[in-house]
């Protein structure tokens, strides 16, 4: 028996000692994510890497290149310089942001806005292609995919969703004006809605920009965001619909400032594990000891739902989320 008692010890012994605090740290990613001022950040896992595409964020006549970041576990983080740049992009000349991510049929493509456009001017939303999320990327159709303004919307801030049907719709707008349009095959323009209709206005109460759609649960997430992007009040809320066209019935805020922490977080994206029901919610805010309106920085936080499928409200952090590799997925 006192051999027994002897061994048992030991091995309780053994299993404290493997669980020594320095085996059961956990990493976060920390926020921001990386360095520089990047705002509205797209975010796409593309096999087992996560990736995300921002907008260069400093004075319209500098914002002329994208940087990509791509990282395997959401902590540590590869910077991809100049992806695009108005050198490839002839028809733009400034302006060049808030970003839009896809991979169809092995290529690469890459939605953006240029040119901060106006009633008779050129620019507008573009989109380019790469074999390789990373780029270099070229420009799809050396024009503006769309150029007019629609129903009040200024084409920029686009984001491109393929329905379970296959269905690639794209949603854009600012103004307070979002419109969705359905892409053709190979992205290179826009086929009409079965009523003939090509553009088709879906704006919810308090709609600002940044319009983002996921699919959860059969339900229809769409969200996007409110206030001024130069402001502390900048923020994000979402509505919850059987379809894809709406109608958007706004539920509520669930992202926006802490005064503790950092003020205008908004214009975001939402990455998705494959395969797993766990959702982050990547965005941009400004610092506190920041007061310049293009000193914005990206960062994540967890998203999660309620038993009813309603998101909670998200509280920003200085830690971020923990560290999360992919694997093979």
């Given at each position: 028996?006192?051999?027994?008692?002897?061994?048992?010890?030991?091995?309780?012994?053994?299993?404290?000692?493997?669980?020594?605090?320095?085996?059961?740290?956990?990493?976060?990613?920390?926020?921001?994510?990386?360095?520089?001022?990047?705002?509205?950040?797209?975010?796409?896992?593309?096999n087992?890497?996560?990736?995300?595409?921002?907008?260069?964020?400093?004075?319209?006549?500098k914002?002329?290149?994208?940087?990509?970041?791509s990282?395997p576990?959401?902590?540590?983080?590869?910077?991809?310089e100049?992806?695009?740049d108005?050198?490839?992009?002839?028809?733009?000349?400034?302006?060049?942001?808030?970003?839009a991510?896809?991979?169809?049929?092995?290529?690469y493509?890459?939605?953006?806005a240029?040119n901060?456009?106006?009633?008779?001017?050129?620019?507008?939303?573009?989109?380019?292609?790469?074999?390789?999320?990373?780029?270099?990327?070229?420009?799809?159709?050396?024009?503006?995919?769309?150029?007019?303004?629609?129903?009040?919307?200024?084409?920029?801030?686009?984001?491109?969703?393929?329905?379970?049907?296959?269905?690639?719709?794209?949603?854009?707008?600012?103004?307070g004006?979002?419109?969705?349009?359905?892409?053709?095959?190979?992205?290179?323009?826009?086929?009409?809605?079965?009523?003939?209709e090509?553009?088709?206005?879906?704006?919810?109460?308090?709609?600002?920009e940044?319009?983002?759609?996921?699919?959860?649960?059969g339900?229809?997430?769409?969200?996007w965001?409110?206030?001024?992007?130069?402001?502390?009040?900048?923020?994000?809320?979402?509505?919850?619909?059987?379809?894809?066209l709406?109608?958007?019935?706004?539920?509520?805020?669930?992202?926006?400032?802490?005064?503790?922490?950092?003020?205008g977080?908004?214009?975001?994206?939402?990455?998705?594990i494959?395969g797993?029901?766990?959702?982050?919610?990547?965005y941009?805010?400004r610092?506190?000891?920041?007061?310049?309106?293009?000193?914005?920085?990206?960062?994540?936080?967890?998203?999660?739902?309620?038993?009813?499928?309603?998101?909670?409200?998200?509280?920003?952090?200085?830690?971020?989320?923990?560290?999360r590799?992919?694997?093979?997925?």
């Open positions: 028996m006192r051999i027994l008692l002897i061994l048992l010890s030991v091995v309780l012994l053994t299993s404290a000692c493997s669980q020594s605090p320095e085996n059961d740290e956990v990493i976060y990613s920390g926020n921001p994510l990386f360095d520089g001022w990047y705002a509205d950040p797209a975010s796409r896992v593309y087992d890497t996560y990736w995300v595409f921002p907008t260069y964020s400093d004075y319209y006549h914002q002329v290149f994208f940087d990509a970041f990282s576990d959401l902590v540590n983080w590869t910077k991809h100049q992806i695009i108005t050198l490839e992009v002839q028809w733009a000349d400034s302006a060049m942001w808030a970003p991510s896809i991979e169809k049929d092995g290529k493509y890459f939605f953006f240029a901060d456009v106006h009633e008779g001017q050129v620019g507008g939303i573009g989109v380019a292609v790469a074999d390789q999320p990373e780029g270099p990327y070229e420009d799809l159709i050396g024009e503006p995919l769309i150029n007019d303004i629609v129903n009040g919307a200024q084409p920029i801030d686009q984001y491109v969703f393929q329905d379970t049907d296959g269905t690639y719709y794209m949603y854009y707008g600012g103004w004006h979002c419109n969705v349009v359905i892409l053709n095959d190979d992205f290179t323009g826009l086929v009409p809605f079965e009523d003939g090509i553009y088709k206005e879906v704006t919810p109460e308090g709609y600002v940044g319009p983002f759609m996921f699919i959860r649960d339900k229809y997430y769409f969200m965001s409110e206030g001024g992007w130069g402001g502390p009040h900048y923020r994000v809320a979402y509505a919850i619909a059987d379809n894809p709406g109608p958007f019935e706004r539920e509520e805020v669930i992202l926006q400032q802490d005064p503790d922490v950092a003020t977080a908004g214009h975001h994206s939402v990455l998705e494959p797993e029901d766990e959702y982050y919610i990547v941009h805010r610092p506190l000891e920041e007061t310049h309106h293009n000193h914005r920085v990206v960062s994540i936080e967890k998203m999660e739902f309620d038993s009813d499928g309603r998101i909670k409200p998200v509280q920003i952090t200085f830690e971020g989320v923990p560290k590799p992919l694997g093979n997925i």
